[in-house]
């Protein structure tokens, strides 16, 4: 009770929506990461896991500073030095560079709808996790968001005749990754920047055995092209960082409703931008999972409004 009423305190109450920096950080980070496919789009030449190892090490590059600047790299150091903390994190980060690889294989294989499908399906399947890992016990309103968003697979598996396994593998790691977070807690730029240090071994050892048997594209490619990948250090770490910011600024509520608008800026790329096919099977799909979303973000809603009439 304490903390969601130190939570309430940190919301302004009457702060205009000009003036709430937590939002735009929201909208931000929300908006730059809904828009990703154009930008991986740009790294068509690469291959994905060539592209996976150099963001690894941009991401490195461009954290450690930042990490140094805002005081958080003794957390990091301090982590280091906890054979637990590094076996999560080395398990956290090879689930979201498993995540990074599939979402940037999928975008430069026309399969953009997909990816949206998956960080749709994912909030459903947190609830599932807290349900097997943390003992929690999901409300009606939200076994039947499940139900539902279970019905939306089965319609694409019985209609299309395939498994999306892009959107489950990108739901499944991403899901699984927050819940290994959720054990280890710690900051969102430590965290990451403790993530790509223990990856940071394997992707240079990656590019190096590539570059010295000649199939990495990298050293071939133009300036403008190495440029654009260097940048991938800053398009990871940037709205991370705003992320983190909205994160402390806004309620809960507010945040898990943004979330959705990335998927959707995503699916409709998908669309309208790279043009790829939305069958009636994918109607019915997604109609199940928007509408499992509704209900769970009532439920959700709901839930914050009975906390804070026992609060008052």
Known sequence: MEQAVEQTKSVPAHSGFFQNTGLWAALGAMGLWGVLPLYWKLLEPFPAFEILCQRVVWSCLFMLPLALYTGTLGKVLQALRSWRVVRIFMLSGLLLACNWLMFIWAVNHDRVLETSLGYYINPMLTVCLGVVFFKDRPRPLQWLAIALV???????????????????????????????????????????????????????????????????????????????LAASGAVTTVPLVWFAHSARKLSLMTLGILQYLSPSITFLLGIFVFQEPFTTAHAMSFSCIWAALALYTFDTWRGVARGCRSIS
Do not use: C, H
């Not at 240079?204 to 570059?211: H, K, N, P, Q, R």
């Open 150 to 228: 279970t019905t939306g697979v089965a319609a694409q598996v019985v209609f299309l005749g395939s498994v999306p396994l892009i959107a489950l593998g990108l739901a499944v790691t991403f899901g699984i990754y927050g819940a290994l977070r959720k054990m280890a807690p710690m900051e969102s730029l430590p965290g990451l920047t403790l993530e790509t240090i223990l990856l940071l071994p394997v992707a240079l050892g990656f590019i190096f055995w590539d570059t010295w048997n000649g199939a990495a594209v990298f050293p071939a490619a133009s300036l403008d092209l190495k440029a654009t």
